[in-house]
Every structure is written in structure tokens, then in C-alpha cells.
């Protein structure tokens, strides 16, 4: 029996994906973990793993389609079977007697019975609903032009009538780059005209269609201002001794090509802070506020589509040098699409750090549930009183976001003298 291979959950939010990039073609050979495409989803672009081995025997979705949970994306042919058969097989009704693989929609194993068609026929109906909409493609059929969702949404947000489009797609569908390139054409072509345009300084504006990346961005940061009460506290850090710790530490992981950055220590000091202040590592939810057992860090990434943030798990367990590691292998996971969903979940209070970027302060937006976000400036060199006397010092101004329902102002005051402590005296990290 031919495996049909669903959209699998690659993020905690995720409802649909849009098929980034095929990484398999009818006919390959694929075994269990292979990659077989690229899925755009509400975080970022993921990669479609194979839970078991088989032959591909048909692809159900063009480039630039978007795909809902559980459906349909591909089949396999299991060994001992004929690719070619399996795929004339399918109908414009998906073959009653395929089986599910392994991964489910929350990717994982599910029991056969939760799969196969019901006494009322209710799952091979949804079925094939699937193919019918994957088998479109192409000139109108009964009026209507065949084309994917993403298209249809370029082409609506751009004024674009897609009869004028030519497809790429299967059977002649309309797919994004039939959409993006009609745009480009279009705004090439010389128009006729009876005399010689004016010359003009008037430069083109471009218009970007959102991504999924940035919709989410833009959803999520909207519903946290309408939902969430903020309080900002600011607070001042000295960060001499920081930063003279961080240079004698990077002399002794120097063999090991490992360099400490400000942000490390901050990590470390708020994880421990964090596990003084239960009432800051929490979540808030309509009838209790849920304090959580573990320290998640979620650290905030920048990418050229949006902003992920990737999770540090059990920051307060790690050493410094932990911290560096794990941190460095999420950003790159981050900016080379291959985060894990486990690494993109679970988190319980984040960091974003625009030190780097020279900023001296900033406030930032709650990442919800949570009911803390902590934003980071640079250690620059100040004027700083020291006594009766004006000296110059190392200080870093770092403000936290808290959850007005879940954190009062004094909670808030309270973890960030706790973590002012520990970066002005790094030493007492270790106690």
C-alpha cells in the first residue's frame, strides 16, 4: 500500500505552509530522514523530513502552494511496488487503501485505526478534497482561472487579472513566478505613447508582498499592544568588571576558538535571576498565572525576512561556555533554515539585544505569552559619578517589557537589581 507523506506541525503556531522549494522529483529514492522540501511557515522555512523509505511516486503541490495541516503533499512507493502504477492509481480521489506514514500533523506516531477512512467515509472525503484542489492547474475551468493561493494573492494585492498571466504550472496553473513575473514585464514594457515623455525624477516604488514570516511578526506584535498592559523598567549597568572577566576568559578558551560576548554573561545573569524570580519566568493565561518549572531563554534573531527567536533550553544549568555554544548553533540554525521545532518552542522569557547595532536603549515588545522580554543596549564608555568624583566607565543600559497583569512594578524592580548584581559582579554567578 502506497504512503501518503502529510503536512507535519514544524511550528507551534502553525496552521498552514507554503512550498518553498521541492528537494525531490518523482522517481527518487528517498529513506527515512531524508530532506524532501522546504516549507515556509509562520516562523521561518523548514525542512520536510521523510519518516519512512519508499519511491516518490507523485507530488501533489507546485511551487509557491499553500498547504494546510494534514493534507496530502506526496506519495510513496513502498518497496515492491511500481512508482509509475501507484501514481496512475490515483484519481482525482486519493487511493481509499493508502496508508499514513509514520508522522502524523504533530509529527508523531499515531495509531492506524486514527488514520484509515471512518465508517463514514468522512477522511476519504477530505481526501479527496486534497487532490481535487492539487490537480487544478492551468486555463479557466467553468470561468475560473487555476491557480495557487499565493498567486492568487499577488496577483489581488498587485490588481493583476490573472486571465492575462500565462502558467507555468501543471495543466497550464498560475504559480507565484508566473504572478512575480507578469509584475516585472509589465512594469518593463514601454507603453505607447504620441510624444516623447517628460523626463521626471520620480523614482518607481516596489511593493513587497508579506511573507508568512512577516504577517505573523505583525499579527503577534499587534494582538501583544492590544492585549497586554506594559510596564518598562530601566536600569543602568556598570559593566567594568564584565567586561575585564569576559577578556581573561576568552584568553583561556582562546585554544578552543571560543570568544565570550557581553550577551553570554547577560544570558547566564538573567537565567539565575529568572530562577529568583519565579513570578518573571511565567506565563499568563486567562484563569492563572503559570510559572514554569524550567528556564527556556528564547534568544531574538535577526534574519533578512523578520525576526525568530530560537530557544536556549535550561539556561541556568549551563556554564558560560554552554551558553556560547548553544547559542552560537541556534543563530546558525536560524539563518540557515534549519531550526528544529523543539528549538523553536518551549521558551519562557526572551532577550533582544540591539548592542551590537550601537543602541543605547530600547523597549521591546512582550513575545506572548510570556510575561517578561528583556531589551539589551551596548556597553559604551560614559561619564559615570563615582563618589564625589566624575570618572569614565563601562555601562550598559538593559529595559525590561513585563506583563502589567502578571508583573507588578516592584517584581519587575526586584529581578532587575538581581541582574544588575550579577553583571557588575560577575563572580557572584558561581555562588
Known sequence: MPIEVTMPKLSPTMESGVLSQWLVKVGDQVKEGDLLADIETDKATMPMKAFDDGVVAHLDYAVGDEIQLGDRVLVLARKGEDAKQVAAGLSSKKAAGASKPKSAANGSDQPEAQHGAGSNGQDAHEAA??????????????????????????AAASQVDLGSVPGSGPGGRVIRDDVELFLKTRGSAAAPAARPAAPT????????????????????????????????????IRADALVAVREQLNKQLAPEKIKL?????????????????PGVNASYEPDAIVRHGEVNVGIAVALDGGLIVPVLRNADTLGLREVRLGSDALVQAARSNKLSPEQMSGGTFTISNLGMYGVRQFDAILNLPEVAILAVGAAEKRPVVQGDSLVVGTVMTVTLTADHRAVDGALAAEFLRTLKGFLEEPASMLL
Do not use: N
Open 129 to 154: 478534497e486534497v487532490v481535487a484542489v492539487a490537480a487544478q492547474g492551468g486555463a479557466s475551468q467553468g470561468g475560473r482561472i487555476k491557480s495557487s493561493p499565493l498567486a492568487r494573492k499577488i
Open 201 to 236: 525624477r520620480t523614482l518607481a516604488a516596489e511593493r513587497i508582498p508579506h511573507t508568512r514570516m512577516r504577517k505573523t511578526i505583525a499579527q503577534r506584535m499587534v494582538e501583544a499592544k492590544k492585549v497586554a498592559p506594559e510596564i518598562h523598567v530601566t536600569v543602568d
Open 261 to 277: 560576548s557581553l550577551g553570554d554573561f547577560v544570558t547566564k545573569g538573567v537565567a539565575l535571576a529568572l530562577r529568583r524570580h
